[in-house]
């Protein structure tokens, strides 16, 4: 459903005469602080969101670091428990 400019006016006229010029005044102000509180709290989350990527980020590379060195301790174990062949002294 599509409101024009005739059913806004309308509707703006019939909530001036049930509510009157300070009510409505008083409405549109609490509307503005609502909506002005509502943005905050979304930046808030939005920025709670990208610390929580970052963190996420850091573990993984974090993860990533101790399995590589994790690896190469199991590599420099592996080859200095390496048996080299003996030579046979003819």
């Not at 002005?36 to 990533?64: G, I, L, P, Q, S």
Request: proline fraction near 2%; aromatic fraction near 2%; charge should be negative.
């Amino acid at each position: 459903m599509h409101l024009g400019a005739q059913e806004l006016i309308l509707i703006l006229i019939i909530v001036l005469v049930l509510f009157g010029g300070k009510k409505v005044s008083g409405l549109g102000r609490a509307v503005g602080t609502s909506l002005r509180e509502f943005r905050e709290e979304m930046n808030k989350n939005d920025d709670a969101v990208k610390d929580v990527k970052d963190t996420a980020t850091e573990v993984k590379d974090t993860v990533k670091e101790g399995t590589e060195a994790i690896q190469q301790v199991k590599d420099s174990v592996k080859d200095s428990t390496a048996v080299t062949p003996k030579k046979d002294n003819p």
